[in-house]
């Protein structure tokens, strides 16, 4: 049996069911998906997926990737995207892991790999590279630890530091690179991303957010987009629209509500935006969500 075909018995084993697992294991999760998904607009944190069977697709502004089993997703900044299964069947299921990305972790590595020296300048937040033999190597070992409690507590954080040398060391390493750093422009990006995040509802600038980043308005206009593919205030809607979608299905608000809550005042503008991104008017999206919430994984 390869590694591929073993790391894929062992999260079928972990998971069993559709939907995003948790694990044992601090930033580990395992998510299945046996049909396509509907689009799923989500705020993805920085981390590593690796799919072993399936495909997924993944939008972040105008930029769309695909990833297999032949290539990982990497996200080194908080960015909304629309993910989406696209390849999945209940005999040949979606699997997939993902490695929340631990910054300080991957400071302490590029120290101590002498990687200091990084490119300064932002690079784009998401990306997909080949999957390298060693890569997946690491990946089977770490989730294989989930048979061995005793043995995790001490292995997981040497195979966690090994994935994540083995991504600063490929294709990838610039965007790990930058997670890292304390001093470049991805910081003033994310001090950005921060404070939009925390007032996402209310009528904002783009002067007001370059102010809060320390950078000018042009500068961050500039590399706001390089890092997310979208300027601030496309962020700010992207998140608008999150937060509205999970206020009507968990909370089971009516979209009017929904609207006016994240920041909308014309109750057409919301419902016409939020139909643009999610394929469907506010309450029919709704009830599509709560008849299949296995089948909608962030990652």
């Not at 697709?57 to 995207?81: C, F, M, N, T």
């Not at 390298?132 to 190597?137: M, S």
């Not at 962020?235 to 920041?263: F, P």
């Amino acid at each position: 049996m390869d590694a591929r075909t073993e790391l894929a018995a062992l999260i079928e084993r972990f998971t069993g069911s559709d939907g995003m697992h948790e694990t044992a294991l601090a930033r580990v999760g395992l998510i299945r998906a046996s049909t396509p998904t509907e689009p799923l607009l989500a705020l993805h944190e920085p981390a590593v997926c690796l799919i072993v069977q399936g495909r997924k697709q993944v939008l972040v502004g105008d930029a769309v990737h695909i990833y297999d089993r032949e290539k990982y997703l990497i996200v080194s900044v908080d960015v909304p995207v629309i993910g989406q299964v696209i390849e999945a069947t209940p005999e040949a299921p979606y699997l997939c892991l993902r490695l929340d990305i631990d910054p300080a972790m991957a400071g302490a590595l590029v120290m101590d790999a002498g990687l200091a020296k990084a490119r300064r300048e932002p690079v784009g937040g998401v990306a997909v590279s080949p999957v390298t033999p060693g890569l997946l190597d690491a990946a089977l070992r770490l989730v294989a630890l989930l048979d061995s409690p005793d043995d995790a507590a001490i292995l997981a954080p040497l195979v966690e530091r090994e994935i994540l040398y083995r991504l600063l060391t490929g294709d990838q390493g610039a965007r790990m690179a930058q997670i890292a750093m304390a001093d470049n422009r991805l910081q003033q990006v994310n001090r950005a991303i921060s404070w939009i995040k925390q007032n996402y509802s209310r009528p904002f600038s783009v002067d007001s957010v370059a102010s809060e980043a320390g950078m000018s308005a042009s500068a961050l206009h500039q590399h706001f987009k390089t890092v997310t593919a979208m300027s601030p205030l496309q962020y700010q809607k992207q998140l608008r629209l999150q937060e509205a979608r999970r206020l009507i299905v968990a909370q089971n608000m009516d979209a009017a509500s929904a609207g006016h809550a994240v920041g909308y005042d014309s109750p057409s503008q919301f419902s016409r935006e939020y139909s643009r991104v999610f394929g469907a008017p506010p309450l029919r999206d709704a009830a599509r969500f709560r008849a299949a919430p296995g089948m909608l994984t962030p990652a």
